[in-house]
């Protein structure tokens, strides 16, 4: 026979009411802090959770980045738009200067509006995203084509001022930005493969309309000058307006377009890579969860059997404290 | 001819005191119900002999005290210190580990080493995208402060929590010495009292076996009861703590020399304790090495001893990965370590000059400068010697241990405070001496460091080496201290149970029960009466032999 001694009592009770109380006080903590493993020894996949944080936190990185860089791109293919649209018109000056029905005064009228458009030009090639110059490369805190340099030959008035592509260092640098684990995306084009075409163009047609001799062979646009005399140079000056036609093809067909379509397979890109962030995050939130996150319902139903158990344990401890030999003695 | 009258009235006389003597003690188990260690007592009673061999007929002489029995079982006993031992050593560990649990915690909702890390590198590829920023560079600068912060704070913490290991074993050892010496004095009082032909000495032998078990709480042992009623008591390598009426005391030392083996590794700086005996008072090479005994056994000063780290003279390293706090302060500080090679070498970029001593820098700030030597990270030693010896900025000396000042991870700190000063640019130029630096709109040097964060090293400090990312060496030792506490609650649980199944059983045979003590005391009291009534009819009887004259 099993002598139950006064000290087996007290001990089986505290250590029954201290168990059911751990439990409840475990429960109640997973009902209002919402997580069921807090620390490392909670779960055996501590280190699963932990990593799936950290992947949060850098899909969280990913996707501030991306999104920057959507707009980035949306924002140089506008401009693309926009020298498209100046180039079809500089296309049509040109093609209607070219007419020798335009005597040299009208051709020199026509000048201005070149003039204004390759300004137009420039503001779009120094345009600035975010306080930086986008096609400056990493030199992309001043513009990146100035007036620094002037023509061998100066001219007067516009035709005087000379845009060219800043050549100092980093101006040709292209930065790639980590947009996932396994995707760079590059954010910018070298400003002078896009826009030296048209601008070249657009120079050599303004100094030519305005009466001054370009000749691509001494250096584009960079040519003799010298004044056309008319009206004996009429044909050259004709001559010269039409050859900037093939610039501003070439400006238009390769150089624009093709970025248009580099910026609009990086764009597609970007959305895939989205979508793969998008899901990853959600997936890994899940994931997370379904490990971490307490379950309510679940832990609903632990708490309330937990409570009925200390209930239950404290009842029992009542009732056999209260028996005592001596009340029938 | 008998006198039968006189016989009933000695008997009855001699059934009361017998009655009392048991009432008495009944009494006193009573009384102790509460008191811990009171082993209950039951009072032998036995028939009082016959004063000689006699031709007539003998009714017996009633009855009288043979001995008060202390119902105790040594085994029982011995169970229960070896439970305790146990309980008190998982339960000690158990504690440390859940106070160094939160400093990894899982939520993300406390800045961990984990998190930090990531935002840090979060950073370098936010300040990759758009090198110029201003804000970014001191988002990188204030995640690089988080960074170095939350290394430092952490391995501090962990360091905190060794040197209060250290200290509890301390006093742990003050109160085993105070009780190994009351226990030689209780031997002493035992054997006197025994000795003298006495019964057993019942109170002190109580007192003892409580202290034994208290003893058991601290530290591991073996005890053995002699003859004479005294115990002796022996480690495990048989170093007699208490022999008859002496005891030894042991020492808490921290001086180098008195030890045998390695030196653990003090996260903290300075020198750990040692636990001693000293044979000669005072001269270091009469001093006995008795930790790695008490490290193999349990009781708290076992627990906290495993948990601290202990000497080993197989030991070379500064950190061995023994002892939970020293494997992962080894973890943190392997990553601190990383943290200042790797960053600091991809952050000064390619060394332009490697014909020359010293690191020529070929990155650019803001400013077109270079950065400062000491890289992206720095360290602080107060120290006589420098870390640092050819001025590079890395710790030289990284890979040859230095007893207790290798703790980086207590002394880095981020070297830059400057957005400006921040280095994300690369040096164009491709030797010597360093030239024309990228403008700010480069990023390359940013780039250079992002990729770091998927790089695979080999994280190695002491005993431990793990190759793999810095995430993955975090969540390494998330995992490590994750199964260390839960083995710690796993074991802390078993040993809970067994020692409460131990004590349950010494109880069953010990412990007083009221239910028992007042049925026998009804059965006792009844006695009595009845031998008090025994007087009564005695006397009736000789009044009636009195009224025959």
């Known amino acids: ?185 590059t954010t910018n084009t070298v400003g002078s493969t896009l826009f030296d075409n048209a601008l070249y163009g657009l120079e050599r047609l303004g100094r030519s309309l305005a009466g001054f001799a370009t000749n691509p062979a001494v250096g584009a646009p960079d040519g003799s000058g010298d004044a056309y005399t008319f009206p004996g140079q009429l044909t050259q000056q004709t001559t010269d307006i039409q050859a900037t036609l093939a610039l501003f093809d070439t400006a238009r067909e390769s150089d624009i377009m093709q970025e248009r379509v580099d910026i609009g397979g990086r764009m597609r890109r970007l959305d895939t890579a989205s979508a793969i962030l998008e899901l990853n995050k959600a997936s890994t939130t899940d994931a997370l969860a379904s490990l971490q996150d307490a379950d309510i319902a679940e832990s609903a139903t632990n708490l309330t059997q937990a409570q009925t158990a200390l209930e239950a344990s404290m009842t029992v401890s009542l009732r056999i404290l209260n028996i005592s030999i001596l009340d029938y003695l | 001819m008998v006198n039968f009258s006189a016989k009933i009235l000695n008997n009855a006389v001699a059934g009361m005191r017998a009655q009392q003597a048991v009432i008495a003690n009944t009494g006193n188990n009573i009384a102790n119900v509460s008191t811990p260690g009171y082993a209950r007592r039951t009072v032998e009673l036995q028939t009082r002999a016959s004063g000689s061999a006699s031709a007539f007929i003998d009714v017996g002489n009633g009855v009288e005290v043979g001995a008060i029995r202390r119902l105790s079982d040594a085994f029982i006993e011995k169970a229960l210190r070896e439970t305790g031992s146990d309980k008190f050593s998982y339960s000690v560990q158990k504690e440390f580990l859940s106070r160094l649990e939160p400093l990894f915690s899982l939520t993300g909702e406390r800045a961990t080493i984990g998190s930090t890390l990531t935002a840090f590198f979060t950073s370098v590829e936010d300040l990759a995208a758009n090198p110029a920023s201003l804000e970014l560079r001191a988002n990188l600068i204030a995640r690089g402060e988080d960074l170095t912060n939350s290394i430092s704070q952490t391995f501090k913490q962990v360091a905190a929590l060794q040197q209060e290991a250290d200290s509890r074993i301390a006093t742990d050892i003050g109160v085993v010495n105070s009780i190994t010496s009351q226990i030689a004095s209780l031997n002493s009082s035992i054997k006197q009292y025994e000795a003298a032909g006495n019964a057993t000495d019942n109170d002190n032998r109580d007192h003892r076996d409580t202290l034994l078990q208290q003893l058991a709480e601290k530290i591991s042992f073996n005890s053995v009861e002699q003859s004479d009623g005294a115990v002796s008591i022996f480690l495990a390598n048989g170093f007699t703590l208490v022999n008859g009426q002496t005891s030894r005391a042991l020492e808490v030392t921290s001086t180098p020399s008195f030890v045998a083996g390695t030196q653990p590794p003090s996260l903290s700086g300075g020198i750990l304790s040692s636990i001693v005996y000293d044979y000669d008072a005072g001269a270091g090479s009469s001093h006995f090495d008795l930790t790695q005994v008490i490290k193999s056994g349990g009781g708290s000063v076992g627990g906290l001893l495993q948990l601290r780290g202990f000497n080993d003279s197989a030991n070379t390293s500064s950190f061995e990965a023994d002892g939970a706090l020293v494997a992962v302060a080894s973890r943190i500080e392997a990553v601190a370590r990383q943290l200042l090679t790797q960053i600091n070498t991809t952050y000064l970029g390619p060394d332009r000059d490697a014909g020359t001593v010293g690191h020529q820098p070929s990155s650019g700030d803001l400013n077109g400068n270079n950065p400062s030597v000491f890289g992206l990270f720095t360290f602080e030693y107060n120290g006589a010697a420098s870390r640092d010896v050819n001025g590079d900025g890395l710790p030289n000396d990284l890979a040859s241990a230095v007893l207790g000042i290798d703790n980086f991870s207590s002394i880095m700190q981020l070297t830059i405070s400057d957005p400006t000063a921040v280095a994300a640019a690369r040096d164009a130029s491709t030797g010597p001496p360093a030239a024309a630096v990228y403008p700010p709109g480069d990023g390359q040097n940013m780039d250079a460091l992002s990729a770091l964060s998927t790089t695979s090293m080999t994280f190695t400090v002491g005993s431990y080496s793990l190759t793999g990312t810095f995430d993955q060496i975090y969540n390494e030792t998330v995992s490590h201290i994750g199964n260390a506490a839960s083995a710690a609650d796993i074991n802390a649980a078993v040993a809970e149970d067994r020692y409460a199944a131990a004590a ?14 007042f049925t026998n005391l009804i059965k006792y009291q009844k006695a009595f009466q009845a031998s008090a009534r025994m007087i009564r009819i005695a006397s009736d009887l000789l009044d009636e032999m009195v009224r025959l004259i």
């Open chain 1, 1 to 185: 026979m099993t002598r139950i001694s006064e000290n087996q009592k007290g001990r089986t009770l505290i250590d029954s009411i201290a168990k059911n109380r751990e439990l409840f006080n475990k429960f109640s903590n997973e009902i209002s802090s919402g997580y069921r493993v807090v620390n490392p020894g909670d779960s055996k996949q501590s280190a699963t959770i932990s990593l799936f944080r950290q992947t949060l936190e850098r899909v969280e990185g990913y996707g501030s980045r991306l999104a920057n860089v959507q707009s980035s791109l949306a924002f140089q293919d506008d401009i693309m738009l926009q020298v498209n649209d100046l180039m079809i018109r500089a296309k049509e000056i040109a093609t209607q200067a070219a007419n020798e029905s335009n005597g040299s005064e009208t051709r020199a009228q026509m000048s201005a509006e070149v003039f204004q458009m390759r300004d137009h030009l420039i503001q779009l090639a120094n345009s600035r995203y975010q306080g930086r110059y986008i096609y400056g490369g990493a030199d992309d805190d001043d513009p990146p084509y100035d007036t620094t340099t002037a023509f061998t030959f100066p001219a007067s008035g516009d035709a005087a001022t000379r845009y060219v592509f800043d050549a100092e260092l980093g101006t040709s640098t292209t930065r790639t930005v980590k947009v996932t684990d396994d995707l760079s995306i």
């Open chain 2, 504 to 517: 349950n059983r010494r109880d069953e045979t010990s412990a007083v029960s009221l239910d028992e003590e």
